[in-house]
Nanobody, 116 residues
Framework: QVQLVESGGGLVQAGGSLRLSCAAS????????MGWYRQAPGKEREFIAT???????IYTDSVKGRFTVSRDNAMRMVTLQMNSLKPEDTAVYFC??????????WGQGTQVTVSV
């Protein structure tokens, strides 16, 4: 079992920045990847970014150059630094971890709202 607690969401003007954090506890020794997804109203949940146990990162095209995912060496914390935010980035952001077994866990979600 893995428990995930997110923090850092909020309201920001377009062009601004926010930093999301996610603290992991439980069976953290078997985490293969940590990352972020988001879900806008009326849309499906979409992948944003991931960082694997070896440190390599993957981003969806819409956030490349604006968002940065990072983690601590112990894989207990994953962060998402979001710069140059746009109104279309408004969504509920979810932290996720994937274990070496392939099982995926989710945080409760944190709201990010970008105003024009």
């Amino acid at each position: 079992q893995v428990q995930l607690v997110e923090s850092g969401g909020g309201l920001v003007q377009a062009g601004g920045s926010l930093r999301l954090s996610c603290a992991a506890s439980g069976s953290i020794f078997s985490i293969e990847a940590m990352g972020w997804y988001r879900q806008a109203p009326g849309k499906e949940r979409e992948f944003i970014a991931t960082i694997r146990s070896r440190g390599n990162t993957i981003y969806t095209d819409s956030v490349k150059g604006r968002f940065t995912v990072s983690r601590d060496n112990a894989m207990r914390m994953v962060t998402l630094q979001m710069n140059s935010l746009k109104p279309e980035d408004t969504a509920v952001y979810f932290c996720s971890v994937v274990l070496s077994s392939g099982k995926q866990y989710w945080g409760q979600g944190t709201q990010v709202t970008v105003s024009v």
